[in-house]
């Protein structure tokens, strides 16, 4: 069963910071700066927000959760093995 | 004529469609990480014609990624109204929803019409093959996007839709919300990383 909740999510303030942290990605490849790090953080919060609140991982079942977790678990999986083939081929 | 369902038997169908999209978007997960670790490794190994840094501009990935970030909440906005019991919000930002999907489709057809100016074809060069597979196939989950939403906004016009009932506008939304999050990170490697001064 799904979670109740009472209190709604300000759905357009995540859509505001979600597109914060995209002027913040652009503004750091920009500066002088080593941005990898960065981008890497705010294109993680942004994948990370838009999980959690636009599809409700945050309120809905665990198990919905776990299965895309799985998932990107696979897809982690899948780069680090492709990365180690290729690039020592 | 249809039996009505109980609340119960509702609940338990409504489990059982999520479980799927869920397994299915797991699945495409996967599949991404392939071809965007594809584009990673390969983007730089052309031996001939124009490459990313020659190419590719910031300017209209941008624009495309705040309209798909705007698609995402008017379609979050379009579950939130009919969970309100309000149909004519619902229909109102599924529209919205579709219509921001066909504008980053408008923008993605005037990029690929820069590269192909520039000489960048999906068989020029191995930049080529890569950049309009990631970006095609990502393209390609939008136009089903967009058509799946104007399904359920077909069902949504004939009362399909209650309060109590609204299980197809939440699966076309997850589904919508994958495909942007998948926008965010190709936007990352395949255009942020490329402008990069200092690792």
Known sequence: METTHKQHTNYLAVGAALIALTILEVLAVNLPIPALPFLVLFGGLKALLIALYFMHLKMDRRVFAGIFAIGIFGALALIVSLVLIMTTA | ?199
């Open chain 2, 1 to 199: 004529m249809s039996t009505p369902i109980s609340a119960n038997e509702y609940e338990m169908e409504r489990d059982h469609r999520k479980l799927a999209i869920w397994v299915f978007l797991a699945s495409e997960s996967i599949f991404f990480a392939a071809f965007i670790t594809t584009f990673v490794i390969y983007r730089g190994r052309s031996v001939s014609g124009p490459g990313p840094r020659e190419v590719l501009t910031l300017f209209v990935p941008l624009v495309m990624t705040i309209v798909l970030l705007i698609s995402s909440v008017t379609m979050v906005q379009a579950l939130q109204a009919i969970k309100e019991g309000s149909r004519t919000r619902m229909w109102q930002f599924l529209l919205a929803t579709a219509f921001l999907g066909l504008a980053f489709l408008g923008l993605k057809g005037n990029e690929y019409a820069h590269l192909i100016q520039e000489g960048v074809t999906p068989s020029s060069n191995i930049f080529g093959s890569v950049y309009f597979t990631v970006t095609g196939l990502h393209a390609l989950h939008v136009i089903v996007g967009i058509v799946w939403i104007l399904a359920v906004v077909a069902k949504a016009w004939r009362g399909a839709f209650s309060a109590t009932n609204y299980l197809p506008v939440e699966l076309a939304g997850l589904y919508w919300h994958f495909v942007d999050l998948v926008w965010v990170l190709i936007f990352m490697v395949v255009y942020l990383t490329e402008q990069l001064r200092f690792m």
